[in-house]
């Protein structure tokens, strides 16, 4: 839909922010270890981290906007790849419990750091400091619509407690 200077600003915003954000997140796909493990899968192991806990199917179908049906061959292939690991709830001793475990969480770490590192490298390299001030900005402006979209209550910028880790720590 071209040109955008006919469309009012916040169509204009969103269009180009749409864009951006999907070639952003190609570029951050381009970056990641060729380790033969689906993005639903990594999506999956990154949800079983940032959650700090062990989930049931239910619970991390709900997070990942599946069904629970849907995640059951991605569960079986991550636990075949010993990237999670599944125990009975003591509580409920029908319910399965799933974890991520160290193969799994180093997958994501590793990702991470390539990524993080092309990344910095490329800012470092490429945008003067305001505009990397700006993309801070930015950033948390991103960060904020999607703690929105996602319904959680919005109290100010979001911190890095609030988004996760970014893999930095252990993920």
Same mark, same amino acid.
């Given at each position: 839909m071209?040109?955008?200077?006919?469309?009012?600003?916040?169509?204009?915003?969103?269009i180009k922010?749409?864009?951006?954000?999907?070639?952003?997140?190609?570029?951050?796909?381009?970056?990641?270890?060729?380790?033969?493990?689906s993005?639903?899968?990594?999506?999956v192991?990154?949800?079983?981290?940032r959650?700090?806990?062990?989930l049931?199917?239910?619970?991390?179908?709900?997070?990942?906007?599946?069904?629970?049906?849907?995640?059951?061959?991605?569960?079986?292939?991550l636990?075949? !790849?010993?990237? =999670? @690991? $599944?125990?009975? %709830?003591?509580? /409920?001793? +029908?319910?399965l419990?799933? &974890?991520? *475990?160290?193969?799994?969480?180093?997958?994501?770490?590793?990702?991470?750091?390539?990524?993080?590192?092309?990344?910095?490298?490329?800012?470092?390299?490429?945008?003067?400091?305001?505009?990397?001030?700006?993309l801070?900005?930015a !950033?948390?402006? =991103? @960060? $904020?619509?999607? %703690?929105?979209? /996602?319904? +959680?209550?919005?109290?100010? &910028?979001? *911190?890095?407690?609030?988004?996760g880790?970014?893999?930095?720590?252990?993920?």
């Amino acid at each position: 839909m071209e040109p955008t200077e006919l469309l009012p600003p916040e169509i204009e915003a969103a269009i180009k922010i749409r864009r951006s954000v999907q070639r952003f997140a190609r570029q951050l796909r381009f970056r990641r270890l060729d380790s033969g493990v689906s993005g639903t899968k990594r999506s999956v192991l990154g949800s079983l981290f940032r959650s700090g806990k062990s989930l049931t199917v239910s619970e991390l179908a709900r997070m990942e906007r599946l069904q629970p049906q849907s995640l059951t061959r991605v569960i079986a292939e991550l636990e075949i !790849a010993k990237m =999670i @690991e $599944r125990t009975p %709830d003591e509580i /409920d001793r +029908r319910q399965l419990l799933i &974890s991520i *475990t160290e193969t799994g969480r180093n997958l994501l770490i590793a990702d991470a750091q390539l990524q993080i590192e092309w990344l910095r490298a490329t800012v470092a390299e490429h945008l003067s400091r305001p505009e990397q001030q700006m993309l801070l900005v930015a !950033a948390e402006l =991103i @960060e $904020r619509i999607c %703690d929105i979209s /996602d319904g +959680r209550e919005i109290t100010g &910028s979001a *911190t890095t407690e609030d988004r996760g880790s970014d893999f930095q720590k252990a993920d």
